[in-house]
């Protein structure tokens, strides 16, 4: 048995492979021939404690598991592996593709050139599939799109530059539209400040203080003791909240949907806000999230009749649509 085994890994190559632990962005060469090999020298490579195992392999690029020799040997020289100790769980990093965007800030502010290059191919695909996505774009998507030059963006849509410019500047109009309704709402709350000052609103404001000190008392006492690790929104989602006058309209639609989801009262010590502030904000950023799903249903309806109409009557695709509308 011992002989038959030496041949065979001898025969096997040593396949070039990068290395690196989770959150963190130091990559390390190695070479092996096999999965069991990799995994060895990434606890020693990477100083993984033995306590910690078993020790994970996933792919940096998804998160794919890779826990079989044949699959390990299919993949391409170079490919790069995220090492997982015990119960890690593997965290997107911008550096490694996909469609998905790193929640961390340390890793946003040293985003490297081909990690913004590929955030914007990304958003671009994105596009690309649906049109109407356009209105689920956060205003920094918004921004990179905008930024890119013509011909590159042209090239990634398989669109002439003519088109591409349009649709850049349909970007533009939907950013300063929302710039506008920001700005609209900061002078409305402007104006309601004013009011209040005038005593029209001051006894209300006083009463319902003086009920709210006892409530953040009460909190303070009963939950200042824990830190805001119930809250599964990211920093940079909460410096949104906290710091823009309508943070509604400069989150994207996905993490408008995690505001609206989180519990008052967890979110209000997280933003060291009272709770009727906080459910405010999260009522607004729920109207909003509506409100771009209408009109994205809306695009859908008029693109499905445009397409309807434009269509000759002998053409053959008729049959196809009538099996589609039941399914």
């Not at 592996?81 to 998905?100: C, H, I, P, R």
């Not at 400069?250 to 009727?276: F, G, I, M, N, Y």
């Not at 009109?295 to 309807?308: A, F, G, N, P």
């Not at 002998?314 to 399914?327: L, N, V």
Request: overall charge negative.
């Amino acid at each position: 048995m011992e002989v038959v085994g030496e041949p065979e890994t001898e025969t096997r190559a040593l396949k070039p492979c990068l290395l690196r632990r989770n959150h963190s962005r130091e990559q390390h060469g190695v070479a092996a021939s096999c999965l069991e090999e990799l995994r060895s020298k990434a606890c020693d490579i990477l100083a993984i404690d033995k306590s910690l195992a078993p020790v994970t392999l996933v792919l940096a690029e998804d998160g794919t598991i890779v826990d079989d020799d044949d699959y390990f040997l299919c993949l391409p020289s170079n490919t790069k592996f995220v090492a997982l100790a015990n119960n890690e769980k593997w965290a997107y990093s911008n550096s490694d593709g996909g469609t998905a965007w790193l929640s961390q800030e340390s890793f946003d502010m040293d985003e490297t050139d081909s990690g913004a290059g590929l955030k914007w191919k990304n958003v671009a695909r994105q596009l690309k599939e649906d049109l109407s996505s356009i209105i689920l774009l956060s205003e920094e998507d918004l921004q990179v799109l905008i930024d890119v030059p013509c011909s590159d963006l042209a090239q990634e849509l398989c669109q002439s530059c003519i088109t591409v410019q349009g649709l850049q500047n349909t970007l533009q109009q939907v950013l300063d539209q929302r710039e506008e309704a920001r700005q609209s709402k900061q002078l409305l709350e402007l104006y309601l400040q004013a009011l209040e000052k005038e005593g029209s609103i001051l006894s209300k404001q006083q009463e319902s203080s003086a009920g709210f000190s006892d409530d953040m008392d009460a909190v303070d006492a009963g939950t200042n003791r824990e830190s805001p690790s119930g809250v599964t929104l990211t920093g940079q989602v909460l410096t949104a909240l906290k710091e823009k006058p309508a943070p509604e309209l400069s989150l994207s639609s996905q993490d408008l949907e995690l505001v609206t989801k989180e519990d008052p009262r967890a979110l209000a010590v997280a933003l060291s806000w009272d709770v009727e502030k906080t459910e405010t904000v999260q009522q607004a950023c729920h109207q909003e999230l509506s409100l771009r799903l209408q009109q994205v249903q809306s695009l859908r309806s008029l693109r499905s009749m445009s397409t309807r109409k434009s269509s000759p009557p002998g053409e053959p695709r008729e049959p196809k649509r009538a099996k589609q509308e039941p399914a």
